[in-house]
Structures are given as structure tokens and as C-alpha cells.
């Protein structure tokens, strides 16, 4: 696989699982808030719908933690990605051959 493609297959897959997480996140607090104002609706008891809300509230976290994750898989390969742009690999004009110049006396 070509370099370039491969960084943005990457690179499009991090933005798509991201989005989808946040997606998912959002979802889960709407559905959270529906399932509250349901309750109110209905003049249900509280204790009625204290088990789903509390599930609810457990599956964001844990969709929370799987957004930490992923951003931390952004982070690394940005890290990676950027060493393997700062190195070199040819010596550039007046590099010396990557040795130290010598210092020039002061005039």
C-alpha cells in the first residue's frame, strides 16, 4: 500500500470512529433524557425508571472511556507520524555531513 493512501485510510478511520463515539454518546443522553420526561409524563415513581437511567448513565461512562481511548490511539499515531516526518534521511545543503561546523573567529 502506498504511504500516502495509508495515511489517509488512517486518518479517515480515527475522524469516522471518533464521530461515530460521539454519535453514540449523544444518543445515549437523549435517550437518557426521553426516558426521564417519559416518567414525568406517564406520573410514573421515580424508583419506575431508577434501573434503566442508572444503566444509561453506566453506558455513557463506559462510551466515555472508549472516547479516552481513542483519543489516546489519535495521540500515538500523530506521535508516530510526526517522528517519521522530523527525521531525515538525506543531509540538507551546508549540513556539514552532519558534523559540527567549526566555530568562526569573531572579526
Known sequence: ?????????????IRTIENMLDEVLAEAGK???????ARLALN?????TQRPIARLASLQQ???AARSKMAGVHADLAKISAKQRDIPTECSPGCNGGKVAPKVAAA
Not at 500516502?4 to 488512517?10: D, F, P, S, Y
Open 62 to 64: 463506559n462510551i466515555v
Open 31 to 37: 435517550l437518557q433524557a426521553d426516558v426521564s420526561l
Open 1 to 13: 500500500m502506498d504511504k500516502t493512501i495509508a495515511v489517509l485510510r488512517v486518518s479517515r478511520g
Open 44 to 48: 410514573e415513581s421515580a424508583l419506575s
